[in-house]
């Protein structure tokens, strides 16, 4: 008895010590903030976990998406035993010991075993093929937690067999909710500026903001130590933007929503005008602000095929891989992968004329709404379809030496009218001659009177 004394007392002692974000580790569903997609009313790892029906299952998603949070619910909602392993640290031999306990727990007791393997991606080929047959055969219902890919760093089979949910990270209203828990539980008071930044700052990560909030709640409570003697209003701690730009080891620089937009439009411009230099300046400034990198990745992939387009083809590729490292990488690693898109548009070729193109085949589109497909094009696939005429007179391209052929491709109308004007550079420069030649092997197959 003494010693379950002494051992809950540690563990009272160790949770009053424990940081904000462990502190406020949610104790219900609707205490988690964020990831209403899986977890609001109805939705599907709710109902699952409510229902305690769950199986092996992948929790994939960036750190500080409550992904550990999730997994602890799990544990107090399951009837079920919970085993709970970190894959940096465990061994086969640990594998082995947990599926040898559920086992027995099973045959002697007929209770089932969840076993929560935290940085599941963590564990190579043989850690996890020693987990597969267990999983198989439903021994063991594995929670799977992994901030990286899990098509890349889960083995297939293991894969295959559990159920894959991304959690997203939190958004700015999302972690400003927490912010304001988090102050509740450490009995302070923040200036709103104090929590934009830290809001802005976290990239979604709710551990990271709690973190930062609690070091900026103790230099603004040390602050209040040394203000109480002439303040007696100074109870309180008041978390200010100063507390906040050393808890997160950066400076405030922000702007409004007007010059948000002033900023974005320079870094477009810079860009359209083949200015490099101009362009990296714009997209550290939107960086220092805290702009969403993944609001700069989407803009630099429109641009890539509005202000770029076949004058440069591998720029729509560059400014795509980008946007897939800030989701794979984050910042500040991916700020790198940024800038290499960023100096690749700059420099590449510049032509709109896709964008013109477009324009002008949806106008046709619009001002003849009822053109159908010729004959010729039409599906001849499916049974009777010959018999209607569809696909009769079609010329294969491959049949031809240049693996191309003039024939009509519109409705005959609009037959004459030219959408796409290749520039004069980069690659469209190539193209222009094979594109002007075609049309004009085109134009002399016309009939007279559509010439």
Known sequence: MPDDLFSAAAEQHLARQAPLAARMRPTRLDDVVGQAHLLGPGRPLRALIEEDRLSSVILWGPPGTGKTSVAQLIATTTAKAFVQLSAVTATVKDVREVIAGAH???????????????EVHRFNKAQQDALLPAVE????????????????????PLLSRSTLFRLEPLGPAEIRALLERGLAVEGAVADDEALALLADRVAGDGRHALTSLEVAVALAAARRDREELTDPAAATPRVTVTDAEAALGTKAIRYGRDEHYDVVSAFIKSIRGSDPDAALYWLARMLEAGEDARFVARRLVILASEDVGMADPTSLLVADAAARAVEFVGLPEAQLNLAHAVVHLATAPKSNRVTVALGRARSDVRDHPGDEVPLHLRDAHYRG???LGHGVGYDYPHDHADGWVAQQHRPAELEQ???????????????????????????????????
Do not use: C, K, M, W
């Open 417 to 451: 009218h030219v959408y796409y004007e290749p520039s004069d550079h980069g690659r469209e420069a190539r193209l222009r001659d094979d594109l002007e030649r075609r049309r004009a092997a085109a134009r002399r197959t016309r009939p007279p009177e559509t010439r």
């Open 385 to 387: 379809a010959r018999s």
């Open 104 to 118: 027995q727990r099973l045959g002697e007791r007929g209770r089932g075993t969840i076993l929560f393997l935290d």
């Open 137 to 156: 055969s439903g021994l063991l219902v594995l929670v799977g937690a992994t901030t990286e890919n899990p098509f890349f760093e889960v083995n297939p």
